[in-house]
């Protein structure tokens, strides 16, 4: 009598969000049916319907999913020993993986305008960013008079960033984020030239030279992966 077949439900509902968000982050919403996903998934639309209601459904679970992983890597950037730049650096779209979220994101927003529920994770999600980087800046940083304001501006830039790079890619590189990054945590409480152990001059350097790639020293890489809320 042959036992039955373990199957890991949540296992297969994020791995067909994945799917979802990768087809939205490299053909746009257009590309998200069930028929597509089903196919890149290497499942069916059968399967698809039994985990997710309908479109909709299926695109908040999958923000949801990107939003965790977002999170994810900002807590593995501060346990690996990063200060708050490596920790924002680790959410901005740095990489092709990174880039492909923050399109999905990009897309959500557009739903979200007039989708309450949807507009209400959104919600949640820069809440959870806020109150990350609110908690780093108060265990590192206690010198900041306002820590809740200095919150609210860095998660308003990296979101700023991140959807500027997913709409004009081109225009606003890997090198290009980490440049503006760096002269806006100058700007609150002097952060871009104390964090870490970097000196002033090498922080100036990075703003001055936008086409350089890695404005990074040698021994402080970025810490660009990792896995799940921001």
Same mark, same amino acid.
């Given at each position: ?28 919403? $257009? ?5 597509? /996903? ?21 695109? #908040?679970?999958?923000? =949801?999913?990107?939003? =965790? ?27 092709? $993986? %990174? ?24 919600? #949640? @999600? ?7 980087? $609110?908690?780093?800046?108060?265990? @590192? ?16 830039? /990296? ?42 001059? #090498? ?7 936008? =086409? %350089? $790639?890695?404005?990074?020293? /040698?021994?402080?890489? /970025? ?8």
């Amino acid at each position: 009598m042959s036992m039955p077949r373990f199957v890991d439900h949540d296992a297969r509902r994020r791995h067909m969000a994945t799917t979802a968000a990768e087809l939205i982050g490299t053909r746009g919403l $257009e590309a998200l049916t069930f028929r597509n /996903v089903a196919e890149a998934a290497g499942s069916s639309t059968t399967v698809l319907t039994h985990y997710f209601t309908g479109k909709r459904d299926l695109m #908040q679970f999958t923000f =949801e999913v990107v939003a =965790e992983r977002s999170g994810a890597r900002f807590d593995e950037a501060l346990r690996g020993g990063g200060g708050l730049r490596e920790c924002l650096e680790a959410i901005l779209p740095l990489d092709p $993986e %990174r880039q492909t979220e923050w399109r999905l994101l990009t897309c959500f927003w557009g739903m979200a305008v007039s989708d309450p529920d949807m507009a209400h994770a959104e919600a #949640q @999600h820069v809440r959870s960013a806020q109150r990350r980087i $609110e908690s780093l800046l108060r265990h @590192h940083h206690p010198e900041i008079p306002d820590v809740e304001l200095a919150a609210r501006r860095l998660v308003t830039l /990296v979101h700023g960033l991140g959807a500027q790079s997913a709409l004009d890619p081109d225009h606003w590189s890997p090198a290009e984020q980490r440049r503006v990054l760096a002269h806006e945590l100058g700007s609150v409480g002097g952060l871009g030239y104390r964090d870490g152990d970097e000196s002033a001059s #090498q922080l100036q350097s990075m703003t001055a030279n936008p =086409e %350089r $790639e890695d404005n990074r020293p /040698v021994n402080q890489p /970025v810490l660009i992966h990792g896995e799940p809320g921001l």
